[in-house]
């Protein structure tokens, strides 16, 4: 039986890791003792991998469009603009 070290994508720790439960797709959901959060260590959709979001902003600035990042990332068109549409609310708030 091999084992697989899990550790923990907001605190970086692999210590007071738990299992909690399965999500809808059927992985397996772990929960953080340290911070207090739950994830997964793989997901199914493309859009929930980690880094895509940061992907998304870096193609928008390269001057991609939608279309164009949906193709690349194999990611559906309506995440993309909702990912785009949480950006500009979150510039609006900082520069206000």
Partial sequence: MALVKVICIYCRKSDNLVKNGKAR???QR???RCCNKTFQR???YNANQPG???QIVQLTHNGS????IERF????RTTVIAHLKTITTICNRTSI
């Fill in 65 to 68: 469009g939608v279309r164009d």
């Fill in 25 to 27: 797709s059927g992985l």
């Fill in 30 to 32: 772990f929960l953080c």
């Fill in 42 to 44: 793989d997901y199914l």
């Fill in 73 to 76: 990332l194999k990611i559906s």
């Fill in 52 to 54: 895509t979001h940061e």
